[in-house]
């Protein structure tokens, strides 16, 4: 079975509705995967936008998901038992919804099954996060989600 994630809120490659912005009431999106691989000890989720002016933008991370997760609520208030939050770009511990300042940005949602728990603790970074996972990754899906802000687009 291939891994692979979705959202109930929008499609792949398709418009990630305001209410999940910062136009909106920033929330996380719905998540759901599949097809994990039987040995997953945990998932890292990765959210990031590759197209911000100065470089990779993240948004929100997520480590030591449970292997049994298999789903994220939106606006999830309340993570999994064990599951702790990195920090991102805004210097925060939790998710930041899509804010492009110039033009339609894109999100990536990764998603990574891990042969084990990462040792790190919670506020971790990215560059943390992903030296830690490096060679514990058995496999990778990917969800991408675009939006740009109504301001831009006249």
């Known amino acids: 079975m291939t891994f692979t994630i979705k959202s109930t809120d929008f499609v792949n ?3 990630i509705p305001t209410r999940f912005s910062c136009d909106g009431e920033d ?26 002016p100065m470089g990779t ?13 298999i789903k994220l609520e939106a606006g999830i ?9 990195g920090i991102n770009s805004w210097q ?6 899509p804010c492009p300042p110039d033009r339609e940005h894109r999100y990536f949602f990764k998603l990574y099954a891990l042969s084990i728990m990462l040792d790190l603790p919670h506020g971790a970074s ?13 496999s990778q899906a990917i969800l991408i989600g675009r939006y740009n802000r109504p301001q831009n687009m006249g």
């Open 77 to 85: 208030a309340q993570l999994p038992e064990g599951a702790k939050v």
């Open 92 to 97: 925060r511990n939790d998710y930041g919804g």
């Open 13 to 15: 490659n398709g418009i």
């Open 57 to 69: 933008w993240d948004h929100w991370l997520l480590f030591n998901i449970p292997s049994n997760i």
């Open 27 to 52: 929330l996380s999106p719905s998540l759901e995967w599949t097809g994990a691989p039987e040995e997953t000890k945990s998932f890292v989720l990765i959210m990031d936008d590759p197209d911000a």
């Open 126 to 138: 990215k560059r943390e996060i992903e030296e830690a996972m490096q060679s514990s990754i058995i």
